[in-house]
């Protein structure tokens, strides 16, 4: 991180918060909203508002007066519903005390770097990926170490293992795992997930999972379990206590703007993050706690829902955009981001304000992304069919005219 | 910050975090809590749940489906009505572009912290203090500088402001200043919050300014203004970008359980600031903030309630505990807390179990509070008078006792 100039007038900034990055989703946000009509398919959340199921239990909770200072780690029924999802999911025994609820998967994710690395650490990110990954990790004052993913336009995208080996150092600390992934919809197979537990076990380092779209797996071998695998399926007990999994109930329940999610971790570091969520934010409130309980415990429908939406959402976007001249998309394997290659696009970031301002579609360009991503862009398509069909419409004409 | 032995069986846990200060206020409160009948004055808050207008405009918003991502600054209308009423209190313009919303007080100290100092840098704070300052300072890899304030039985606490500037060293980068404070009721005059504004300027240091107390102040001559004096009522144009208020809905809108608060500081943060919640929280449930946006906007009421409430609690304890031999409790002149010194008791942590097991009554013990503390209790007033009589009627004898 490289000292910035100082802004007039004020003492001397933080330069790693003067240097935080600037988000290149949120850059088009600001180019194109409040335009009117305008399909937004740039942020990973869907049309569908929470469900009053839910809704009302955080409703009657309000009434009840649960509006007083809670458990730093989540009140017990909370960490007990979850715990129990858990089991149901991916088998084994429920174990609350290793959930540590918290502010949204953000929150879990940054909670998670700062018990893993040390400003100047390095931070391993297979790339294209998520990029708050990015912010926090450099806000944090680690350092981000971007390995670029493989790309095929007949089979999609792949890890190589050799190549993320070789990008571990003596300041590595952290690998991280995310799968399905954001934005390329890449599966890990349980014998990647194997491989990159064997280098973590050799180099001591930690291991974040992200498996927040794990519920959202497109491959036919996937569906008799209902989720992608998991790095769970294959982990040795002496593996367990270097993974932690950062989750959310933004997907699966339709609840992105509540800002619940939880880390799951070895119990013994419950003393840290209960600290650590003491002097960073003080929980979360006891009355939407309530109603994350009944979304986890009651959902399960609602999840399914969600699932066969983002698959019929897929399968339009896949046909729709796939067979576009110009336009490279292997239908993705995972979580629920169309991210097609505009080969004849050097620059991704110019191509998403021209579909903004030509066709009306709000996308989250490559360039956002990281390494190996400039000539893509990422469409969510976790939304209703109609608004899918309507957004094909418009894209087809300016990607064919853009070649 | 030592580094501590590692956990067995854990890749290596950063230092900082694993040497996470504990709260002396959560032992206690994990000591005691769950005893039927106790009467809980160890924690800042009333024993009033939100009222039923706030809370119902949540439901309302969560019914209209506002469950969607949304600004990591606050919605535009939330960011008005506090700088309105921001203007209302101390005179000015409005300014929402200086207000940034956060999770509670709590995320508005840490990310004012992550601006203003780099690890290994000093932040000075007078003690006794809340000690989530401590913790939250030296969550960051910052270091606290304690500064004692004087105790007179006679005539309460006192800033040396002489001592508090030949604290200040060449990697000292901020002060920070809580008035009313948190626990002595000690508030500055304007005297005072010059002086400190001329060290901030001679050191080119950031002030951090809570004032979330200052409603609650019971100095007749603050009673024309409804508060206690503020920095903004001596600072000079130059001062104005050096200064970061932390602030809460917590206290005067009972609120407590909802975690929203504010950072206020010069607009051109706002990237920073935005950054630093995109990556730590990302933002606020919307529908909480439409609730906030009623309770500033039409809270007045409550919050004159509220102040009543404690007026006649600090009464009750001042009255109480101040007249039994072995307590010396000269009235605080703000916030909401009674901090009785009981001179012959060396450990007050070990007398706050004590009153736990004896006289079924939960306080803070001094020694949460840093240097300075040691001695005294704190005990929150903001609660029913009949609670307060009650606590008082069961302290006495213990407190009597234990001389």
Redesign the interface.
């Known amino acids: 991180m490289t000292s910035m100039p100082k802004?007039p007038?004020?003492?001397?900034?933080?330069?790693?918060?003067?240097g935080?990055?600037?988000?290149g989703i949120?850059e088009l946000i600001g180019y194109g909203t409040d335009r009117p009509g305008l399909i937004p398919l740039w942020?990973g959340?869907g049309d569908r508002?929470?469900p009053?199921f839910i809704?009302e239990a955080?409703?009657r909770a309000?009434?009840d007066?649960?509006?007083?200072?809670?458990r730093m780690l989540g009140i017990p029924e909370l960490r007990e519903a979850i715990a129990a999802y858990i089991a149901r999911l991916y088998g084994g025994a429920a174990e609350p005390d290793r959930i540590f609820v918290t502010?949204?998967g953000?929150?879990a994710f940054?909670i998670a770097l700062?018990?893993?690395?040390?400003?100047g650490d390095e931070v391993v990110v297979p790339t294209p990926t998520w990029p708050?990954f990015f912010?926090?990790i450099e806000?944090s004052?680690a350092h981000r170490v971007m390995v670029p993913m493989s790309f095929s336009p007949a089979s999609g995208w792949a890890l190589d293992i050799e190549r993320l080996a070789a990008a571990v150092t003596a300041r590595t600390?952290v690998l991280v795992v995310n799968s399905p992934a954001n934005p390329t919809g890449w599966t890990a197979t349980h014998a990647d997930l194997r491989a990159l537990l064997a280098i973590?076990r050799r180099h001591?380092?930690?291991i974040i999972a992200d498996e927040i779209y794990g519920r959202f797996s497109f491959d036919p071998a996937h569906a008799a379990l209902g989720r992608a695998p998991s790095i769970r399926d294959v982990w040795e007990p002496?593996d367990r206590?270097?993974v932690l999994f950062v989750q959310t109930f933004s997907k699966n329940w339709?609840?992105?703007?509540?800002?619940i999610g939880w880390l799951e971790g070895?119990a013994?570091?419950g003393?840290?993050v209960d600290?650590?969520i003491?002097?960073?934010?003080?929980?979360?409130?006891?009355?939407?706690q309530h109603a994350a309980v009944v979304a986890v415990r009651d959902g399960e429908p609602l999840v399914q829902a969600q699932i066969a939406q983002a698959r019929e959402g897929r399968r339009i976007l896949a046909e729709g955009l796939g067979r576009l001249p110009g336009v490279e998309l292997p239908p993705p394997a995972g979580a629920f981001y169309a991210f097609p290659r505009i080969p004849g696009e050097p620059d991704a970031r110019h191509l998403a304000m021209r579909l903004v301002d030509e066709a009306n579609v709000g996308v989250a360009p490559g360039t956002a992304f990281g390494p190996g991503g400039q000539s893509f862009l990422r469409l969510c398509f976790a939304r209703s069919a109609g608004d899918l069909h309507e957004a094909v419409r418009r894209l087809a004409p300016v990607l064919a005219a853009g070649r």
Do not use: C, H
Request: net charge negative; hydrophobic share 40%; proline share 10%.
């Open positions: 802004p007038s004020l003492p001397p900034v933080n330069p790693t918060a003067e935080v990055l600037p988000s949120g942020v959340e508002p929470t009053d809704g955080a409703a309000l009434r007066g649960q509006t007083f200072y809670t502010v949204g953000m929150q940054d700062k018990i893993a690395a040390v400003p708050n912010g926090a806000a004052g600390r973590a001591d380092l930690w002496e206590d270097r339709a609840m992105t703007g509540w800002r070895p013994q570091l003393r840290i600290g650590l003491l002097y960073g934010t003080s929980g979360i409130a006891t009355f939407l």
